[in-house]
Antibody
Framework: EVQLLESGGGLVQPGGSLRLSCVAS????????MTWVRQPPGKGLEWVSA????????YYADSVKGRFTISRDNSKNTLYLQMNSLRAEDTATYYC???????????????WGQGTTVTVSS | QSALTQPPSASGSPGQSVTISCTGT?????????VSWYQQHPGNVPKLMIY???KRPSGVPDRFSGSKSGNTASLTVSGLQAEDEADYYC???????????FGTGTKVTVL
């Protein structure tokens, strides 16, 4: 069964840092681009960042560029999102999602994790 | 990188059709065929319904169809069923920042 399991969320003060992880199983992880999507409480989806299967190509939303870093360890089947300089507006459920292609993350996200909650508050 | 524009709500009776629009610009929907649609039931994770404007993943009923004209993409749900009641989001590649942008979301109600 194809599965994605996120972890690393929690409560952090403004200006703080968190690292999210997403462990994949049931498919050849390195063969697929991966994406992080977030959803603030009661609001819509927001695309955050994506990475190609090899890890060579990364993409960021303007709202997180320079603060967040996406990476992956294909030997561990794990996707990461390092989040620095966190702001209140980063509060959301963060989902990792599997893309349908190897390097391009723009062909649709066909498998989603259950999400991990990040709360930025003092 | 502004969100794509969707109507906040849409509705139809069982068996009817409903069409949801997703309006962007030439820098996203208009110039690229990387438009996807997602269904999200309350408390659940999003589900891919359409990708590359009009392609359906395996397992998605053919009642769901996608199209595009100019800067506007559309999702049509034919033969509405109670389980189609959910939030629907479009997304598109954006050449403005070489990333992706979601729509504002549409709540579909089955009357």
């Amino acid at each position: 069964e194809v599965q994605l399991l996120e972890s690393g969320g929690g409560l952090v003060q403004p200006g703080g840092s968190l690292r999210l992880s997403c462990v994949a199983s049931g498919f050849t992880f390195s063969n697929y681009a991966m994406t992080w999507v977030r959803q603030p409480p009661g609001k819509g989806l927001e695309w955050v960042s994506a990475i190609g299967g090899s890890g060579d190509n990364t993409y960021y939303a303007d709202s997180v560029k320079g603060r967040f870093t996406i990476s992956r360890d294909n030997s561990k089947n794990t996707l990461y999102l390092q989040m620095n300089s966190l702001r209140a507006e980063d509060t959301a459920t963060y989902y990792c999602a599997k893309n349908q292609m190897d390097e391009s993350p723009f062909y649709g996200m066909d498998v989603w994790g259950q999400g991990t909650t990040v709360t930025v508050s003092s | 990188q502004s969100a794509l524009t969707q109507p906040p709500s849409a509705s139809g009776s069982p068996g009817q059709s409903v069409t949801i629009s997703c309006t962007g610009t030439r820098r996203d929907v208009g110039d690229y065929n990387f438009v996807s649609w997602y269904q999200q039931h309350p408390g659940n994770v999003p589900k891919l319904m359409i990708y590359e404007v009009s392609k359906r993943p395996s397992g998605v009923p053919d009642r769901f169809s996608g199209s595009k004209s100019g800067n506007t993409a559309s999702l049509t749900v034919s033969g509405l069923q109670a389980e189609d009641e959910a939030d629907y989001y479009c997304s598109s590649f954006s050449g403005s920042n070489n990333g992706e942008v979601f729509g504002t979301g549409t709540k579909v109600t089955v009357l």
